[in-house]
């Protein structure tokens, strides 16, 4: 099992692809956000992922950088339809506010051949509070996180080897979501900035934390591995190593601070 970082980055990045990712089962894959435009597809590329293996993708949320990446990525798979080259249907998990502007998004941006596939072998499927399904042998269980921004969900994934994976979105960790966090094998979580650089980055201010913060409750719900992501791209040059001491200050587990296209066996 893999996971691949297809972007590491905030909203704002210009340095690096907002943060999105790929769960990988041998060939088949869930994809989870598409960043915010056309740049999903070179990412897609230079990780070797075929689209052909993509079943299900799940979106957390609707803001421009997590959404806008999936107007392309459903539209190739659409085209991959429409060349006999796709098997099965693609299942786009959304909660109602996605759907509502994503699904109207493609009908009226894509060409007549993309969009007839909308509704027959592309599906919004609707996700609610703990909406459960399997995707590249993945049992995958959807929660609201409670955003303070907008509606926004996360997901466990139960690994095919039983180790458990939480991804929480770009937000941190709502108390209504600490048992499902607690004991989990890896935490995906952002930390927009260190905490050494809140003054500069202002993370409280835009509903983040930092990776100090992310650490305290990784290291306080006794997670094994945890991943920081959705960072700023002001100092990528040292963050991988400035993040991660920060986070082991106050977290004995293992600390992952990936940078794009970077692959990790779970």
């Known amino acids: 099992m893999e996971l691949i970082l297809l972007g590491t980055g905030s909203a704002m990045v210009t340095q690096c692809y907002n943060t999105c990712f ?10 989870v956000d598409a960043g915010g435009g056309n740049g999903i597809l070179r990412q897609a590329e230079l990780a070797k992922l075929n689209f052909c293996h993509m079943h299900d993708l799940f ?14 990525v459903v539209r190739v798979v659409s085209d991959l339809i429409n060349q006999g080259k796709y098997l099965g249907d693609l299942n786009v998990w959304v909660h109602d506010q996605c759907k509502a502007l994503l699904e109207p998004l493609c009908r009226a941006t894509f060409g007549p051949k993309q ?4 509704g027959i072998r592309i599906h919004f499927r609707l996700m609610e509070n703990g909406t459960e399904f ?8 959807a929660f609201d996180i409670h955003s303070n921004k907008t509606k926004q969900f996360g997901f466990q994934a139960v690994l095919p080897d039983g180790k458990r994976l939480v991804c929480l979105g770009d937000e941190p960790c709502h108390d209504s979501c600490r048992e499902i966090v607690r004991d989990c094998d890896w935490l995906l979580t952002e930390a927009f900035c260190l905490y050494d650089d809140r003054e500069r980055f202002h993370p409280y201010e835009k509903f983040h934390s930092t990776a100090l913060d992310a650490a305290k409750i990784a290291q306080e719900l006794n997670v094994k591995n945890l991943l920081l992501y959705h ?3 002001k100092t990528l040059d040292t963050r991988k190593q400035r993040y991660t001491a920060e986070a082991q200050s106050v977290y004995q587990g293992r600390v992952y601070v990936p940078e794009d296209l970077e692959i990790l066996n779970l």
């Open 231 to 233: 960072t700023e791209d």
């Open 115 to 118: 969009a007839r596939n909308l």
């Open 22 to 31: 790929a769960l990988k089962n041998g060939e088949e894959f869930l994809l």
């Open 59 to 72: 979106l957390t949320h609707a803001h421009t950088d997590h959404v806008l990446g999936v107007l392309w």
């Open 134 to 141: 399997t995707a590249a042998g993945m049992k995958i269980t």
